[in-house]
């Protein structure tokens, strides 16, 4: 069946860096755009990226352009989140999402 697995997660210091990955898996990687979300305590789950199927396209929100890559190898069937420059504000729950389908997130928290 259709899987997306989130890892990557973690503490970070305030200006730091941390790279997240989704596995996907049970479908063909290469036809689908893929989109990173994410939700913080007590906020609605929000776009943060998204990247076509061929990888040639990306789209961010304007709260991270400038700071977060999104990137894929459709060959290891993975997308990927490269954040930088973090602030606490970044501090949430990221998943990954195909269509309708989402994975279980990955906990990032940006805190001194």
């Known amino acids: 069946q259709v899987q997306l697995v989130e890892s990557g997660g973690g503490l970070v210091q305030p200006g730091g860096s941390l790279r997240l990955s989704c596995a996907a898996s049970?479908?063909?990687?290469?036809?689908?755009?893929m989109s990173w979300y994410r939700q913080a305590p007590g906020k609605e789950r929000e776009l943060v990226a998204g990247?076509?199927?061929?990888?040639?396209?990306?789209n961010y929100a304007d709260s991270v352009k400038g700071r977060f890559t999104i990137s894929r190898d459709n060959a290891k069937n993975t997308v990927y989140l490269q954040m930088n420059s973090l602030k606490p504000e970044d501090t949430a729950v990221y998943y990954c999402?195909?269509?309708?389908?989402w994975g279980k997130g990955t906990l990032v928290t940006v805190s001194s």
């Open positions: 999402k195909r269509d309708r389908i």
């Open positions: 049970g479908f063909r990687f290469s036809s689908y755009s």
């Open positions: 990247i076509t199927s061929s990888g040639g396209t990306a």
